[in-house]
């Protein structure tokens, strides 16, 4: 390994970006060494499932260092949904086998404008619908802590290659823990933003605003940077909240005043939580009394089983939905045979759905959202666990299922996700410890909108609880 791949495997985004700038070392060369990381990791761990070298290639030499704080650094996008012209646009479903994209989305125009290069696209679930990432089309990604077990989903290519050092950031998308499950069960940064922090276009809306877009870091500047580069409402946009005055990559060198933490370890539907996630949790809230926090326990007071099996419903028909569209795409009727059986399941129960019942829902999960975040306001941050056991084993999370009770029942572990999905409020996943030999994140919490405050403690927690040094065995 040269000195450049070991700079660049352990170099966040942000210092890649400032190295570039300094003229110390070239997006080419940054290109060249992401190449050489992905072939040396990647066939152990398939977290990357289309590479794009050549436009990566291509694109470096038109950088302008300095152009945005991540100028110059490769990044992969996740293969679901986001739109990079001439790139594969799968879903990770053999429905869409052989597509590609047609124009950008406005997220990667943005990333294009700011001088990020498009190294490949990172393995999903089909759909995005699993905390795991195992789809039939590509296969597994396995998590490099331990190889047996889940890197979580649905982001789990995305967070596996930025925790091996493959990538030092990459998109991650989150409509029921996303972006902040496969973070813990990896040992890296998740954000899911506030609702409307991010526009979706070209697409108005996905599940009645319960889908959100960023990704999974190494640093919480990494992605308070990535934050700025792409954040933003459009005009007509059905939520939209205004960017703050001052990038996130400043107001994280701040620490925040005095908070008031509200603390949950006991799970909403009543299941277990693992001790070991439980005593972090506990560490976690002693680490915040001491930095001068006032520190609460709390229970969150929704009826979680009826939460989930609502806004699941909701989804059925939202997907449904999505499939009419991408039928007119492909060319003919999606069948059973094209996706996989939980799909094909939630298609089913989508389309005999009627138009009444599923408006009644959207209605329930805004209801429930107000009651979440009105459950939560007394506190200016409140703290979860993210998983409530570590990592479960490749195939626990099984899509080929074709009871759809049984399987959304197994979601269970992520209890504490979706709420947050439903109220729109920021919440992040940070690597604060392990749990069973493995990493867990912490979820954190804040009022909606306030990414300011919850990016600045995770910024304090980052100097208080390192955890840089904590690196897979798969990246040494």
């Given at each position: 390994?040269?000195?450049?791949?070991?700079?660049?495997?352990?170099?966040?985004?942000?210092?890649?970006?400032?190295?570039?700038?300094?003229?110390?070392?070239?997006?080419?060369?940054?290109?060249?060494?992401?190449?050489?990381?992905?072939?040396?990791?990647?066939?152990?761990?398939?977290?990357?499932?289309?590479?794009?070298?050549?436009?990566?290639?291509?694109?470096?030499?038109?950088?302008?260092?300095?152009?945005?704080?991540?100028?110059?650094?490769?990044?992969?996008?996740?293969?679901?949904?986001?739109?990079?012209?001439?790139?594969?646009?799968?879903?990770?479903?053999?429905?869409?086998?052989?597509?590609?994209?047609?124009?950008?989305?406005?997220?990667?125009?943005?990333?294009?404008?700011?001088?990020?290069?498009?190294?490949?696209?990172?393995?999903?679930?089909?759909?995005?619908?699993?905390?795991?990432?195992?789809?039939?089309?590509?296969?597994?990604?396995?998590?490099?802590?331990?190889?047996?077990?889940?890197?979580?989903?649905?982001?789990?290519?995305?967070a596996v290659a930025v925790a091996t050092g493959m990538i030092p950031i990459a998109?991650?998308?989150d409509g029921a823990g996303s972006i902040r499950v496969p973070a813990s069960c990896?040992?890296?940064?998740?954000?899911?933003?506030?609702?409307?922090?991010?526009?979706?276009?070209?697409?108005?809306?996905?599940?009645?605003?319960?889908?959100?877009?960023?990704?999974?870091?190494?640093?919480?500047?990494?992605?308070?940077?990535?934050?700025?580069?792409?954040?933003?409402?459009?005009?007509?946009?059905?939520?939209?909240?205004?960017?703050?005055?001052?990038?996130?990559?400043?107001?994280?060198?701040?620490?925040?005043?005095?908070?008031?933490?509200?603390?949950?370890?006991?799970?909403?539907?009543?299941?277990?939580?693992?001790?070991?996630?439980?005593?972090?949790?506990?560490?976690?809230?002693?680490?915040?009394?001491?930095?001068?926090?006032?520190?609460?326990?709390?229970?969150?007071?929704?009826?979680?089983?009826?939460?989930?099996?609502?806004?699941?419903?909701?989804?059925?028909?939202?997907?449904?939905?999505?499939?009419?569209?991408?039928?007119?795409?492909?060319?003919?009727?999606?069948?059973?045979?094209?996706?996989?059986?939980?799909?094909?399941?939630?298609?089913?129960?989508?389309?005999?759905?009627?138009?009444?019942?599923?408006?009644?829902?959207?209605?329930?999960?805004?209801?429930?959202?107000?009651?979440?975040?009105?459950?939560?306001?007394?506190?200016?941050?409140?703290?979860?666990?993210?998983?409530?056991?570590?990592?479960?084993?490749?195939?626990?999370?099984?899509?080929?299922?074709?009871?759809?009770?049984?399987?959304?029942?197994?979601?269970?572990?992520?209890?504490?996700?979706?709420?947050?999905?439903?109220?729109?409020?920021?919440?992040?996943?940070?690597?604060?410890?392990?749990?069973?030999?493995?990493?867990?994140?912490?979820?954190?919490?804040?009022?909606?909108?306030?990414?300011?405050?919850?990016?600045?403690?995770?910024?304090?927690?980052?100097?208080?609880?390192?955890?840089?040094?904590?690196?897979?065995?798969?990246?040494?």
């Amino acid at each position: 390994m040269t000195d450049l791949d070991k700079l660049y495997r352990s170099t966040d985004a942000v210092g890649l970006a400032q190295l570039v700038q300094a003229g110390q070392v070239s997006p080419a060369e940054l290109v060249e060494a992401g190449i050489r990381a992905v072939e040396a990791m990647n066939p152990a761990l398939n977290a990357i499932v289309h590479k794009l070298y050549v436009d990566a290639r291509n694109a470096a030499g038109s950088v302008a260092p300095g152009a945005s704080p991540l100028a110059g650094v490769p990044f992969l996008l996740k293969e679901l949904a986001s739109s990079w012209k001439g790139a594969p646009l799968t879903n990770s479903s053999r429905f869409l086998q052989g597509q590609v994209a047609q124009e950008d989305s406005v997220i990667s125009a943005r990333l294009r404008a700011a001088g990020l290069l498009l190294l490949g696209k990172s393995n999903a679930p089909e759909n995005g619908w699993s905390i795991t990432t195992e789809p039939v089309l590509y296969g597994p990604t396995v998590n490099p802590w331990d190889p047996a077990r889940t890197a979580g989903g649905s982001s789990g290519g995305t967070a596996v290659a930025v925790a091996t050092g493959m990538i030092p950031i990459a998109e991650a998308s989150d409509g029921a823990g996303s972006i902040r499950v496969p973070a813990s069960c990896c040992g890296v940064v998740g954000l899911k933003p506030s609702r409307g922090r991010v526009t979706l276009a070209p697409f108005a809306d996905y599940w009645a605003g319960g889908a959100y877009f960023l990704c999974n870091s190494r640093t919480v500047r990494d992605t308070a940077a990535y934050l700025d580069v792409i954040g933003g409402a459009m005009a007509g946009d059905p939520y939209a909240i205004a960017m703050p005055g001052q990038p996130y990559l400043d107001t994280i060198a701040r620490p925040p005043s005095a908070l008031t933490v509200g603390v949950v370890t006991a799970s909403p539907d009543g299941n277990p939580v693992h001790p070991e996630i439980v005593a972090l949790i506990e560490q976690v809230a002693a680490v915040l009394g001491a930095m001068g926090h006032t520190v609460i326990e709390h229970e969150m007071g929704h009826d979680a089983a009826a939460a989930w099996k609502t806004y699941t419903d909701m989804t059925c028909v939202e997907t449904a939905a999505m499939f009419a569209f991408l039928e007119t795409v492909v060319g003919h009727p999606v069948t059973p045979e094209e996706v996989e059986p939980v799909t094909w399941a939630i298609i089913e129960r989508g389309r005999n759905t009627s138009a009444i019942d599923h408006a009644g829902r959207i209605e329930a999960v805004r209801q429930i959202g107000r009651g979440v975040a009105q459950d939560l306001d007394r506190f200016d941050i409140t703290i979860t666990p993210v998983l409530t056991q570590p990592p479960r084993p490749v195939g626990y999370y099984d899509m080929s299922l074709s009871d759809l009770d049984t399987y959304n029942a197994l979601w269970s572990d992520s209890v504490f996700m979706s709420p947050f999905n439903m109220s729109g409020q920021p919440a992040i996943s940070l690597p604060l410890g392990m749990a069973a030999g493995l990493p867990a994140g912490v979820q954190f919490v804040a009022r909606m909108g306030d990414e300011a405050r919850l990016l600045a403690l995770s910024a304090a927690l980052e100097q208080a609880m390192p955890w840089s040094d904590r690196r897979p065995p798969s990246a040494t």
